[in-house]
């Protein structure tokens, strides 16, 4: 079995926003592959089959900043070692709609990942990136207030595509292996 972890946090007020993309990303994939979501270690869980693997997918209802005390029960319960973990999150250092694979590294200052670095003892877990792009310049706040808005109306065509990418990305990690999807993955968008 493997986890993959989508983060965001909890409430309707979080839902649509850029921090809470993982959450939006496993939800589809559960819509998708007839995944029943139940309450269990902290977090909404549902078990999927991927390319003929059991996965379990989770959305840790701690908060963002506490996401490891969710991913580490669980990955304790069900004896997942780090290397089996992915975790899906938004990135504000990827442009609007690009995803990329990669296994460890650091946080970047992204909070939830440095719970779960933290949480699980390594950085060796695979990460699913998923570009929410930075603020424009005219843009009055910090980076927390901009990942906890909204993406505008506007903006729902490169939203849906960057979901369905992430998807994609996920499925190819599953048939392919990682370094495969990686390479596929990781490609640039043609414009």
Request: glycine share 12%; net charge positive; aromatic share 6%.
């Amino acid at each position: 079995m493997q986890l993959v972890v989508g983060l965001g946090n909890p409430g309707a007020r979080y839902s649509a926003t850029r921090h809470n993309i993982g959450f939006v990303v496993l939800e589809r994939l559960a819509q998708a592959r007839g995944g029943q979501w139940r309450e269990q270690f902290e977090s909404g869980t549902a078990d999927v089959s991927i390319s003929g693997e059991r996965v379990l997918l989770q959305k840790p209802q701690t908060f963002m900043n506490l996401s490891g005390f969710s991913v580490v029960k669980a990955a304790n319960f069900f004896k997942i070692p780090a290397k089996d973990v992915i975790v899906v999150h938004d990135e504000v250092d990827l442009p609007l709609g690009d995803v990329r694979l990669k296994r460890g590294g650091g946080e970047a200052g992204h909070n939830g990942l440095r719970s779960i670095s933290e949480q699980l003892g390594t950085q060796d877990y695979v990460r699913l990136r998923c570009g929410v792009g930075r603020p424009p310049p005219e843009f009055r706040g910090d980076l927390a207030d901009f990942v906890l808005q909204a993406f505008p109306p506007e903006q729902g065509p490169q939203v849906e595509s960057l979901v369905e990418g992430a998807i994609k990305a996920l499925e190819m990690l599953f048939k392919l292996g990682l370094e495969q999807a990686m390479n596929q993955a990781n490609r640039r968008p043609k414009t």
